[in-house]
């Protein structure tokens, strides 16, 4: 079965960028979205079809996938950002990578 | 305003059964395939199973197969998940979600997700 593979942490001091990777074999071709999750909330989808933004999501918020590798970046990160990510594609059914905790110190 | 609302978590014995419910407001459910994902505390999303738009399609991952059953009402609204031969590690967070109809499936909408502890 497919796999996507997160690094488990990731750190950003406020107001630079962080980027947050998901790798899988070829996933450049396939579609990835991205949801944050904040202590104690459901998950929000945050970019879908690799770059687009649903509607209320900021534009610091981007995504791009080429590839082995899609990338959620964080422009000018805010403290509200820190939360978990998780990347998700399609490969015959959903496919989540494991996870990465942003923390903005 | 799109809403889900699951219902039925709760503390249940190894081997029991539980039904949850998913209400489905403020969009025509009928036009969106519908998943249930669950997370177990402190650990990530884990899909379990998928329902098309009206029914006729199910998939399920192999953690649940034979043991969990999806079911929709479109006329009522609902989706639900029938849960039986409950394990521990089946102790999570479980959530309604629905998918967007664009490629790859993202889940535009989530419930506030409700728990189901298995436990003697």
């Known amino acids: 079965s497919y796999e996507v593979s997160q690094p488990p942490s990731v750190s950003v001091s406020p107001g630079q960028t962080a980027r947050i990777s998901c790798s899988g074999d070829?996933?450049?071709?396939?579609?990835t979205c991205w949801y944050q999750q904040k202590p104690g909330q459901s998950p929000l989808l945050v970019i879908y079809?690799?770059?687009k933004r649903p509607a209320g999501i900021p534009d610091r918020f981007s995504g791009s996938s080429s590839g082995n590798t899609a990338t959620l970046t964080i422009s000018a990160t805010r403290y509200e950002d820190e939360a978990d990510y998780y990347c998700?594609?399609?490969?015959?059914?959903?496919?989540f990578g494991g996870g990465t905790k942003l923390a903005v110190l | 305003e799109v809403q889900l609302v699951e219902s039925g978590g709760n503390l249940v014995q190894p081997g029991g059964s539980l039904r949850l419910s998913c209400a489905a407001s403020?969009?025509?459910?009928?036009?969106?395939?519908m998943y249930w994902v669950r997370q177990a505390p402190g650990k990530g999303l884990v899909w379990l199973s998928r329902?098309?738009?009206?029914?006729?399609?199910?998939i399920y991952a192999d953690s649940v197969k034979g043991r969990f059953t999806i079911s929709r009402d479109n006329a009522k609204n609902t989706v639900s998940l029938q849960m039986n031969s409950l394990r521990v590690d089946d102790t999570a967070v479980y959530y309604c979600?629905?998918?967007?109809?664009?490629?790859?499936?993202?889940?535009?909408?989530w419930g506030q997700g409700t728990l189901v502890t298995v436990s003697s």
């Open positions: 979600t629905r998918a967007k109809t664009s490629p790859g499936f993202p889940l535009d909408s």
């Open positions: 998700q594609t399609w490969d015959y059914e959903l496919v």
């Open positions: 079809q690799n770059s």
């Open positions: 329902i098309n738009s009206d029914g006729s399609s199910k």
């Open positions: 403020g969009f025509t459910l009928s036009s969106n395939w």
């Open positions: 070829s996933l450049g071709d396939k579609f």
